[in-house]
């Protein structure tokens, strides 16, 4: 069974602190993807990182994934409170697999 | 950006009653999945849909659910008798196949309550 693990659960720092959350695994996967959902709403897809060691960042954020395509992190700069939210990972094992999903990482920034 | 709907929002039942799902996926891509999530858990996947047959279903998706394609653009989810911890958002998602890389773009959801 692949399991994916995210750190923290919960996260709560002021405007303009960095944040980071990790999603591990002991499995490799063929794809990663960050997605970020609201309350009552369908998980909005951020980015897929496929290759190892890949960098990716949109704006703000930073996705990596691992050199072992096992892990990856999200690095948030200078959080806004817009960025607030639940941010999951979800790892698939070959194209047109099923994804596995992570717990989630719940964001809060203060203003 | 490419879009799946998903009616209705919100389903409210009796425990025992059948209820259906429905979602327009992207068109013209093969795969479809339906995932749920209950309340304050994990998104966990139910069954995935190619080329008009299931290809991989989990536990979860049991006797009492069923997958139809009914027609060309319209994708459904079928609970046969609901009981109720079938109670949570279940989301349909259509992939986006890029050169390898799979994107799975999700649906609003619907809102199952079980009473």
């Known amino acids: 069974t692949q399991l994916l693990e995210q750190s923290p659960q919960f996260l709560s720092i002021q405007e303009g602190e960095n944040l980071t959350v990790y999603c591990n695994s002991s499995?490799?996967?063929?794809?990663l993807q960050w997605y970020r959902q609201e309350p009552g709403e369908g998980p909005v897809l951020l980015v897929t990182v496929v290759t190892g060691g890949e960098v990716k960042k949109l704006k703000r954020l930073t996705f990596q994934f691992g050199d072992a395509r096992k892990d990856s992190s999200l690095h948030i700069t200078a959080a806004q409170p817009g960025d607030t939210g639940l941010y999951l990972c979800?790892?698939?094992?070959?194209?047109?697999?099923?994804?596995?999903f992570g717990g989630g990482t719940r964001v809060l920034v203060k203003p | 950006e490419p879009e799946v709907t998903q009616t209705p929002s919100h389903q409210v039942t009796q425990m025992g009653q059948e209820v259906i799902l429905r979602c327009v996926p992207i068109?013209?891509?093969?795969?479809f999945y339906w995932y749920r999530q209950i309340l304050g858990q994990k998104v966990e996947f139910l069954v995935s849909?190619?080329?008009?047959?299931?290809?991989?279903k989990s536990e979860i998706f049991d006797d009492q659910f069923s997958v139809e394609r009914p027609d060309g653009s319209n994708f459904t989810l079928k609970i046969r008798s609901t009981k109720l911890e079938d109670s949570a958002m279940y989301f349909c998602?259509?992939?986006?196949?890029?050169?390898?890389?799979?994107?799975?773009?999700f649906g609003p959801g619907t809102r199952l309550t079980v009473l």
């Open positions: 068109s013209n891509h093969l795969y």
């Open positions: 998602a259509s992939p986006v196949p890029t050169g390898g890389d799979d994107e799975q773009f």
């Open positions: 979800a790892g698939a094992r070959a194209a047109g697999n099923k994804l596995t």
């Open positions: 849909f190619y080329n008009n047959e299931i290809s991989e």
């Open positions: 499995s490799v996967f063929s794809s």
